[in-house]
């Protein structure tokens, strides 16, 4: 579904889950090496990592499959 | 003041992020919203997928969220019930049955359809009750909100209500349906990205959902928390006091066909589908992802009773001892488990949640009043220009009066009872007058109207009755053990009996419409396109039992 010049509301998706994936998984990989003074329960899993790698792929499938130029 | 979260820079990057993207989607899309159909209908071009999810995420409010998950906690799985039958039906009924009638009669709301339907009285009487809910919803929603962020975060409650409402109004005014929508599905996948980390780490935790319900039983004492139906043989065996029968009757028949298929703030999303299989299959795809909500709603809240190592409470009780309130599961649950970032994701989910709900009565009271008030009571001639700037300007005023509404919850707090009894005063024989509106030709505009005027009037009538003789809680809802919730369940079907009684008995007394006047509405009267050409994969009806036999199996799971 365009936004009428072409933009995808999936791109609008893909492009805001990439940002947050890098953000969550930078800052999850930045705990590793400086753990938190006040860890969350399950702190152990470093669900940061795993959950922020998971938005940047959605995120980067998405921006990819419905990049502007791809749907003149 | 004391608060349970405290966010982090990257926290607040995250939700500042989310309000820029979400204003930018307004602010590109305002070239697309010049004409009445583009502003109103979206321009009728939405994909069965962006109207379902859309559809779907109108319903997902913030409160939605928080408020079923507090009732997990308090009720046990029994809440999954609004969420099951309490919808699924009710959807799949809305795909099959009554899409059709809606969406080739070209109506552009659920009064313009009663006026095709009925005739003036009727969209009159629906419009107005439309219009002061979705705006005393709203403004009730937005307070709750901002209370929610005061004792979750401890932002001030003005911050919280006039950013979050100017935004709404920015984005809708600006785009029209077409940006609410929009902004819809991106917070439907902010919902689900944001909400879903909790019950996955809480099953870790709680050692799968065989542990999980372990604990609740070692909790509690009792398994009465995680049977879904086979406690409902008696109003006193279970945590709600309610009976199966209010549940099917009341929950999965009135309530929940009255909101699913009447209410104007989810069927305008389905209104907007490019074609009629879109319309048929939008629902249908809602009510497939609507099946899956409880495990980020239903579950934190069960997780709250089998892992919080305190007990929660109602808020008065909270109040006093300076203890949480079941409301807080779900912020709870969110600090339990997640650090910066995914708190981030977490409250901003929370924040899209409140802002599609808002946006769907913002944009669904904009239509209403433009359409269903204005043109048809005081303004008929207008060119279609006026009506879109009327429109814009609804917008804004629908959000200002929201605003006002919060505030007057804010001094009298009491308002807050009595909004599910409104909402049952008016859903319930709405969908009486509908469904006899599209299934039965013999229906006459008087019938049509004194039925809905009478089921609602009775509905008040039942509520009085109740409020100034508690006892008589017996008479409504057959026992009195019977709580708010199942009083409410109990009115709606009673409503809906007198709504669908006068009408039946006022039609038999007067002039039915010629039956080329019913054209396009009713059953019997209006050529449906078939789908024998269309390969399976492609029919609504396919998709419909699929998504039954998942609703079956479901409920015998969790029996």
């Known amino acids: 579904m365009h936004t009428g010049s072409g933009i995808s509301i999936w791109f609008f998706i893909g492009a805001l889950l990439t940002i947050y994936g890098a953000l969550i998984l930078g800052y999850g990989l930045y705990s590793l090496a400086v753990p938190p003074a006040q860890p969350p329960v399950l702190h152990e899993l470093h669900a940061g990592i795993w959950w922020g790698a998971v938005l940047l792929a959605v995120g980067l499938g998405y921006s990819y499959a419905h990049l502007p130029r791809k749907r003149s | 003041m004391t608060h349970l ?114 005739g003036e009285p009727s969209r009159a009487l629906s419009a107005v009750t439309f219009a002061f809910m979705t705006v005393l919803m709203s403004g009730i929603n937005m307070y709750s909100m901002a209370l929610v962020m005061k004792v979750v975060l401890g932002w ?34 902010l919902i689900w990205f944001g909400a879903m980390l909790i019950p996955s780490l809480g099953l870790v935790e709680a050692g799968g959902f065989t542990g999980l319900k372990a ?30 029968t209010g549940i099917v009757l009341g929950l999965g028949w009135v309530i929940s066909f009255g909101y699913w298929t009447t209410d104007f703030l989810v069927v305008q999303r389905v209104l907007a589908a490019k074609d009629l299989r879109s319309a048929q299959l939008a629902p249908i795809i809602g009510a497939a992802f609507k099946m899956m909500v409880p495990f980020i709603v239903i579950l934190p809240g069960l997780l709250g009773l089998a892992v919080l190592p305190f007990k929660l409470t109602g808020e008065a009780e909270a109040i006093a001892t300076g203890g949480h309130s079941y409301n807080e599961v779900l912020p709870l649950m969110l600090a339990r488990y997640c650090g910066p970032g995914l708190m981030g994701l977490g409250i901003t989910a929370l924040i899209a949640g409140f802002m599609s709900g808002m946006a769907g009565n913002v944009s669904a009271f904009a239509t209403v009043w433009t359409y269903d008030i204005y043109r048809a009571l005081m303004r008929k001639d207008a060119t279609d220009g006026h009506y879109v700037a009327m429109g814009r300007w609804c917008t804004i005023l629908g959000v200002l009066v929201s605003i006002g509404t ?28 509908v469904i006899l509106g599209m299934l039965w030709k013999r229906a006459t505009p008087a019938g ?112």
Not at chain 2, 88 to 109: D, E, N, R
């Open chain 2, 156 to 189: 001030d409650i003005n911050f919280s209500i006039w950013v979050s409402s100017i935004t709404v109004a920015i984005y809708v005014a600006l785009g029209g349906l077409r940006s609410a929508i929009f902004n819809e599905v991106l917070q439907f996948f």
């Open chain 2, 215 to 244: 604990r609740i039983i070692a909790n509690l004492g009792s398994d009465s928390y995680i049977h879904a139906w086979s406690t409902l043989g008696s109003f006193t065996g279970n945590p709600m006091g309610i009976h199966w």
């Open chain 2, 406 to 433: 919060a505030y007057l919850v804010m001094q009298f707090q009491s308002i807050m009872d009595y909004v599910q009894a409104l909402f049952s005063f008016f859903i319930a024989p709405l969908f009486g007058t």
């Open chain 2, 448 to 559: 049509g109207f004194w039925g809905l005027l009478s089921g609602t009037l009775g509905s008040i009538a039942m509520w009085a009755w109740v409020k100034a003789d508690p006892s008589a809680i017996r008479y409504i809802a057959f026992s009195e053990h019977a709580r708010d919730m199942a009083e409410n369940m109990y009115r709606g079907l009673w409503s809906w009996i007198i709504c669908v009684a006068v009408t039946v008995a006022v039609s038999y007394c007067t002039r039915p419409k010629p039956e080329p006047e019913l054209a396009g509405l009713v059953y019997g009267c209006t050529h449906i396109p078939g789908e024998e050409q269309a390969p399976l994969h492609h029919r609504p009806a396919f998709w419909a039992v699929a998504v039954s036999l998942v609703f079956i199996v479901l409920n015998l799971i969790f029996w």
């Open chain 2, 5 to 118: 979260i405290a966010l982090s820079p990257l926290d607040l990057a995250i939700i500042a992020i989310y309000f820029a993207f979400v204003l930018y989607i307004g602010y590109y899309l305002k070239g697309r919203a010049s004409t009445g159909d583009d502003f109103f209908l979206a321009g009728r071009e939405m994909t069965a997928w962006i109207a379902g999810l859309s559809f779907l995420s109108a319903n997902l409010g913030s409160l939605e969220l928080m408020g079923w998950a507090a009732a997990a906690y308090q009720y046990g799985i029994l809440s999954v019930h609004w969420y099951w039958i309490g919808a699924i039906p009710a959807m799949l009924f809305l795909g099959i049955v009554m899409m059709p009638f809606y969406y080739i009669s070209k109506t552009h709301s659920v009064p313009g359809y009663l006026q095709l339907r009925f």
